[in-house]
């Protein structure tokens, strides 16, 4: 089992950056790729950026693209959402996802991909 616990989330303004983090406990974290999604209110939950376990591969949603960098440390369990020009419409709960399948090819952006789940961060962008 891994858990997920995320971190750097705030108020922030807009045309400000930030680095979102996620830590993972388990020894198997080096193994499986993960994911960034967030949530705004009254909307479903969206994918935002993937990364796969060797951090060989990233890909991100097409609104966030060009502004959002993902990144993993695999020697510290933790996986960065680095978030630039933020802008009031990226204001939501940021969720870290893992996916529980040892160095899976295949990445995607259903939310049904990914067996782990950490507790959110909020992220709020004053205009």
């Known amino acids: 089992q891994v858990q997920l616990v995320e971190s750097g989330g705030g108020l922030v303004q807009a045309g400000d950056s930030l680095r979102l983090s996620c830590a993972a406990s388990?020894?198997?974290?080096?193994?499986?790729?993960m994911a960034w999604f967030r949530q705004a209110p009254g909307k479903e939950r969206e994918f935002v950026a993937g990364?796969?376990?060797?951090?060989?591969?990233?890909y991100y949603g097409d609104s966030v693209k060009g502004r959002f960098t993902i990144s993993r440390d695999n020697a510290k369990n933790t996986v960065y959402l680095q978030i630039d020009s933020l802008k009031p419409e990226d204001t939501a709960v940021y969720y870290c996802?893992?996916?529980?399948?040892?160095?899976?090819?295949?990445?995607?952006?259903?939310?049904?991909?990914?067996?782990?789940w950490g507790q959110g961060t909020q992220v709020t962008v004053s205009s």
């Open positions: 996802a893992g996916d529980s399948r040892a160095f899976a090819q295949s990445m995607g952006e259903s939310r049904s991909q990914y067996d782990y």
């Open positions: 388990g020894r198997t974290f080096s193994r499986n790729n």
């Open positions: 990364i796969n376990w060797s951090a060989s591969r990233t």
